[in-house]
């Protein structure tokens, strides 16, 4: 009985939760549906196709294997002898002394003491260490197509990942030893976080109460001057008494909310464009339902980056822009200007391309999950809804880092009953966006499946054809040297494809950090003056690194195209676009069900 008072006392799940359980019995059932939700929920975020993608590249696997089963004898032979000395080790008191597996350096799954002193949990990682190996052996030598090998490689990580005692209670000692001095409190802590997460659709990485957009986040002031069915215009106050006569426009990621670029005042990356005298206007798109699934790619490019061209240039009164891009925003950047160039249109000065791809041969990681078929079997789904779910993206990108993003918080939140700590980045990586069939589809088969874009007059785009080699503009690509969604060599071919003269720099990190790196902090390094022309190795062998922050670099670049110094303006929009509402706007305000 003691125990399941604690299941009632005050500040319990049983206490708070919303369904005023009043007995075992309905605190079972509710278990029980919500249970249910959840496989329901992992099916439709895709769950049945990580396992389905598993059996059949396994399937595959040992098809091949009987025409040559040596490296799969010698595998498990070493296999078993390894098990035989994990045995002796633990049998003869030498576990500590001579472990047989050790955790790969960075692994942090196995820091808890008790996994190298305890002989139980000594052996349990050990033995969970050694059969990974043997999956991951034999998955890299399965000398499969190329693009069957990646699938299958990650695949196989994620199935071993999903196996890892860390990820099960009895199993992992840091688990057990909270649960047992909390005296099993945790452990409902941890239900009851679950269950909160069940009604949510995704996993909590940080906690969401701290932070409120335009309170202490997306906070930078400014006002949304102009919007259509496809976005909000925001332009921002000046900080400086004088600006340069160009203004810049920035064009964030459909893909996800645009407050990555203005998460808080020290690690804004529009606060800093603002503090260099730039008049900066940004892109808020929508973030699309049901009832905008016949938006397109053409619309994105006409009713988006075109239709917010003209209206900068309408307020600030100048015929010339400068333009920022990042990710998904900078491939609609790409289609833009080669549009413009077909029409001679010269509007903008300048674009600013942050790890973007435009050439989609190599995808990176993402494709393990573009192929015809998977693509195909999306599709249905996207079209049947009316849009691509941002849950269903966020899930696939997760996995990508799957013990960081995924298994970490299952332990924490759910085994340990812990809340996340703050966190903007993951705050913001959590307010996930939409997209719409008709430009989804297109999106995946023309840009991913067949590489248009990159083909001289390969897609017409607004009536016309499209060819980057068109392209004049002076760009600055910034790509990172980790990124795993838009590869650095994969965005480098823009120097090869593109008509105009590239700046192009490698920051270290990733595809979210390597981006958003304050020049306040100055923190890691980036590499610049590679000689071009001769690939992207080449280019990295033959460049200079500078330490700290890109954002100075890119400033100063960006500078020498921001024309003279004007008075900065006194007020919001024009005659013909007065003031909307107040930054950020309402459209980032829209949070997906």
């Known amino acids: 009985m003691s125990g399941e008072g604690r299941l009632y006392e005050k500040g319990s799940f049983m206490e708070n939760n919303s369904n005023n359980l009043t007995n075992p019995q309905e605190f079972i059932n509710y278990v029980n549906q919500e249970t249910q939700k959840l496989l329901e929920n992992f099916s439709s975020a895709g769950g049945d196709d990580i396992f389905s993608q598993f059996t059949q590249s396994w399937t595959d696997l040992a098809t091949r294997s009987m025409e040559d089963p040596t490296v799969w004898i010698k595998a498990i032979s070493d296999y078993q002898m390894a098990q035989m000395n994990l045995w002796k080790s633990l049998l003869t008191g030498q576990s500590e002394a001579a472990p047989v597996a050790n955790p790969a350096p960075g692994d942090r799954r196995f820091s808890a003491e008790e996994w190298s002193t305890n002989p139980v949990f000594s052996y349990i990682k050990q033995s969970y260490l050694l059969g990974s190996n043997l999956l991951q052996n034999m998955a890299a030598n399965a000398k499969l197509s190329e693009t069957e090998q990646k699938k299958l490689e990650f695949y196989t990580q994620q199935y071993i990942d999903a196996m890892s005692p860390t990820n099960f209670a009895i199993t992992n000692p840091e688990v057990l030893q909270q649960a047992l001095e909390s005296k099993g409190q945790s452990l409902v802590d941890g239900l009851k976080n679950l269950l909160g997460d069940l009604e949510k659709g995704r996993i909590t990485m940080t906690d969401e109460s701290a932070f409120v957009l335009g309170e202490n986040i997306a906070t930078t002031e400014g006002a949304v001057v102009f919007q259509n069915r496809m976005f909000q215009l925001i332009q921002y106050k000046p900080t400086t008494e004088e600006v340069f006569e160009k203004p810049t426009l920035i064009v964030p990621p459909c893909i996800n909310k645009f407050y990555i670029l203005d998460l808080q005042e020290h690690n804004s990356y529009v606060k800093y464009c603002v503090d260099q005298g730039q008049t900066v206007f940004l892109v808020s798109w929508i973030n699309p339902t049901t009832d905008q699934s016949d938006i397109s790619w053409d619309d994105y490019v006409g009713e988006g980056v075109l239709k917010a061209i003209d209206v900068v240039k309408e307020i600030s009164g100048s015929a010339k822009v400068n333009t920022v891009a990042w990710c998904i925003g900078g491939t609609l950047m790409a289609s833009a200007l080669a549009v413009m160039a077909h029409r001679k249109d010269t509007s903008v000065s300048s674009a600013t391309f942050l790890t973007t791809l435009t050439d989609f041969q190599d995808p990176g990681d993402l494709c393990v999950f573009i192929d015809e078929q998977q693509v195909k079997r999306l599709e249905d789904k996207v079209n049947n809804q009316g849009y691509l779910s941002?849950?269903?993206?966020?899930?696939?990108?997760?996995?990508?880092?799957?013990?960081?993003?995924?298994?970490?918080?299952?332990?924490?939140?759910?085994?340990?009953?812990?809340?996340?700590p703050p966190f903007d980045i993951l705050y913001w990586n959590g307010d996930s966006t939409n997209l719409p069939a008709e430009m989804y589809t297109y999106y995946i088969n023309k840009m991913y499946l067949e590489n248009k874009l990159s083909e001289k007059d390969g897609l017409t785009i607004c009536g016309s054809p499209v060819d980057l080699g068109?392209?004049?503009?002076?760009?600055?690509?910034?790509?990172?040297?980790?990124?795993?969604?838009?590869?650095?060599?994969?965005?480098?071919?823009?120097?090869?494809?593109?008509?105009?003269?590239?700046?192009?720099?490698?920051?270290?990190?990733?595809?979210?950090?390597?981006?958003?790196?304050?020049?306040?902090?100055?923190?890691?390094?980036?590499?610049?003056?590679?000689?071009?022309?001769?690939?992207?190795?080449?280019?990295?062998?033959?460049?200079?690194?500078?330490?700290?922050?890109?954002?100075?670099?890119?400033?100063?670049?960006?500078?020498?195209?921001?024309?003279?110094?004007v008075p900065a303006p006194t007020a919001y929009g024009n005659e013909e676009h007065s003031v909307i509402e107040a930054a950020p706007g309402s459209y980032v305000a829209v949070r997906i069900a």
Request: with cysteine; charged share 25%; aromatic share 14%.
């Open 390 to 420: 941002g849950k269903e993206l966020a899930t696939s990108f997760n996995m990508l880092r799957s013990n960081d993003l995924i298994w970490s918080y299952v332990v924490n939140n759910y085994l340990k009953g812990q809340t996340p």
């Open 470 to 565: 068109r392209i004049k503009t002076p760009c600055y690509f910034l790509s990172t040297i980790e990124d795993h969604i838009a590869p650095w060599k994969g965005t480098f071919k823009a120097t090869e494809t593109f008509g105009s003269n590239i700046e192009f720099v490698l920051g270290a990190s990733g595809h979210v950090a390597g981006v958003i790196n304050p020049a306040s902090k100055n923190r890691r390094n980036y590499w610049v003056k590679g000689e071009q022309g001769k690939g992207p190795d080449h280019w990295l062998e033959t460049a200079e690194r500078v330490e700290g922050s890109w954002w100075p670099n890119w400033a100063d670049w960006h500078k020498r195209r921001g024309g003279k110094k």
